[in-house]
């Protein structure tokens, strides 16, 4: 491991978040399809499930997040186990200190220990030192567990908006949330 990758490893109480690799790349790609499967069965039809996993998350189409500059792509693994993910992502003009959480997985049998927010707490930490100044998040508006964390998390209501999925629209919430001076103490 190089010394960028080892000087963005944290370790938050049992959980050791890192910088994303490439050989990490099919087991991300495991946990959205196993994580996505759990929380969408009944909002999202299954053939708009299936494409939208195969497009985005074949390992191929991850790996610009990996060294890309203005992403922050890390993995959490407790126990030996990767056992989630989560992706910022400079966001709008590059001198506008915006970013966006774009993904943000873990697996069911994890969720509820505190493992989203020690990637959370990571990719503030790193947002802050970049410059960031804020960060958006949009989640399906029938996630109510998802909502409820990242209100959690100090993310407020932005806006209700709707996306194409496959053959169907889902209506998407955004939040927003300011990146603070006290988002770089680990």
Known sequence: MDETALS????????VVRRATYSD????????????????????????RREFLERAYKPENLA???DAPDHWFYVVETEGKM???????????PTRGRAE???????PEYQ??????????????ALSKAGIEQCFV???????????FYERHGFTYHRTHGQFLGTQ????????RDITQTDTVQ
């Open 25 to 48: 790349l099919p087991e991300i790609a495991r946990i959205a399809r196993v994580t996505w499967e759990a929380t969408y069965n009944e909002t999202i039809a299954p053939e708009n």
């Open 83 to 93: 056992v989630g993910f989560g992706h910022f992502l400079r966001r709008y003009h």
């Open 138 to 148: 949009s989640v399906q508006s029938t996630n109510q567990g998802a909502r409820r």
């Open 8 to 15: 963005e490893m944290s370790t938050i109480d049992q959980y």
């Open 64 to 66: 610009d997040g990996i």
């Open 169 to 176: 629209i889902v209506t998407l919430v955004e939040y927003i």
């Open 101 to 107: 959480l774009v993904r943000l997985y873990i697996l």
């Open 112 to 125: 509820n220990r505190g493992i989203g927010a020690a990637l959370l707490k990571t990719g503030f930490k």
